[in-house]
Nanobody, 124 residues
Framework: QVQLVESGGGLVQAGGSLRLSCLAS????????MGWFRQAPGKEREIVAE????????YYADSVKGRFTISRDNAKNTVLLQMNSLEADDTAVYYC?????????????????WGQGTRVAVSS
C-alpha cells in the first residue's frame, strides 16, 4: 500500500520557521517528481514547490520564493519543505504529493499519490 505521510506542521508566530517532512512507503518515488501543495481555508489548493526526481530542478510559487526550500533524500524516500519567514498568509493544510512524471510541470493533474496533509498555522 502506497502511503505519503506528512509531519512537522504546527502553530508558529509570524517570522518563524517550520520544516515539513514527507515520508513515502509502499514503493520508491526516486524516479518521480515530488511536490508540496497547500489549501488555505476557503481557497483552492495551490502548488507551493516541486522538485524533479534527481533534485536538480525545482519550482517555487512566487508567494514563497526566497522563503521556502524543497529538498529530497531518495535513499530515505523523504521530501522536505523548509519554511522560513512564515507569514499569516502561509496558514493552510500542506500536502505532499508524488507525480507520475520525473520532471516538474506545475500540473496538479500529474500528481497521483497524495498524503493526508499537515496543518500549518501562522499567528500574526
Amino acid at each position: 500500500q502506497v502511503q505519503l505521510v506528512e509531519s512537522g506542521g504546527g502553530l508558529v508566530q509570524a517570522g518563524g520557521s517550520l520544516r515539513l517532512s514527507c515520508l513515502a512507503s509502499g514503493r520508491t518515488f526516486s524516479r518521480n517528481a515530488m511536490g508540496w501543495f497547500r489549501q488555505a481555508p476557503g481557497k483552492e489548493r495551490e502548488i507551493v514547490a516541486e522538485i524533479s526526481y534527481h533534485g536538480a530542478n525545482r519550482y517555487y510559487a512566487d508567494s514563497v520564493k526566497g522563503r521556502f526550500t524543497i529538498s529530497r533524500d531518495n535513499a530515505k524516500n523523504t521530501v522536505l519543505l523548509q519554511m522560513n519567514s512564515l507569514e499569516a498568509d502561509d496558514t493552510a493544510v500542506y500536502y505532499c504529493a508524488a507525480s507520475t512524471n520525473w520532471g516538474i510541470s506545475q500540473n496538479e493533474h500529474e500528481y497521483l499519490y497524495w498524503g493526508q496533509g499537515t496543518r500549518v498555522a501562522v499567528s500574526s
